[in-house]
């Protein structure tokens, strides 16, 4: 079970098409308003666990999502869903303490405690929300069950797709741009220690 992903950048403010997320009926009757966990730099734990969701480390933030199209009958769930995502990302590496204060050896409690605080995580990816965002590194990355809305999305918010892109490329020029000076920098030095 995949979804269909959207990567904006963080800033860019956002539209919606008039498409239920959950059931993708044409102009639902409500707009309902979801906060998303994220954080605001890149993890640190990343490379140590490589893979592991980003959400846990860092600085987490909170944030808020306004006007999500979605039916009457469709938003409880979805509430209710992005609710309990969220009281489980808050408590699920609370069970991982458990053999810590019992004096497990680490080589069991350590990646129990990892498995815990991972669970949620784990869970969006066999039962994916109809609709969530995640916040990373100033990229915001949204997730629809639904193709025709992720399509629809993407359409309606295409510019800031692009920046993302752009920038992209820009920081990669960048990059290489100044790996070029400091290339060219050292043979420089090279040339003055073989001239003196
Ligand atoms: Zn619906």
Excluded at 76 to 103: D, M
Aim: some cysteine; charged content about 25%; proline content about 8%.
């Amino acid at each position: 079970m995949g979804t269909y992903d959207v990567a904006l950048p963080e800033t860019q403010p956002i539209v919606f098409p008039p498409l239920c997320v959950v059931c993708e009926k044409e102009n639902p009757d409500k707009v309902i308003k979801l906060s998303f966990l994220g954080t605001k730099s890149e993890p640190v734990l990343q490379m140590v666990v490589e893979g592991a969701d980003p959400r846990y480390y860092g600085g987490n933030i909170l944030s808020k999502i306004d006007g999500i199209p979605v039916c009457k009958s469709c938003s409880a769930g979805l509430k209710r869903y992005h609710f309990l995502l969220k009281f489980g990302y808050y408590t699920a590496w609370i069970p991982g303490l458990v053999p810590i204060f019992l004096g497990a050896p680490q080589i069991f409690s350590v990646p129990f405690m990892i498995v815990c605080a991972c669970s949620p995580g784990i869970y969006t990816l066999m039962r994916p929300p109809s609709f969530g965002a995640s916040f990373i590194a100033g990229v915001a990355n949204f997730e629809f069950k639904s193709r025709k809305v992720a399509e629809e999305f993407m359409r309606l918010n295409s510019e800031g797709i692009e920046k993302v892109k752009a920038d992209k490329a820009e920081e990669e020029r960048l990059k290489e741009e100044k790996l070029a000076a400091e290339r060219a920098k050292a043979e420089a030095e090279k040339v003055d220690i073989t001239k003196s």
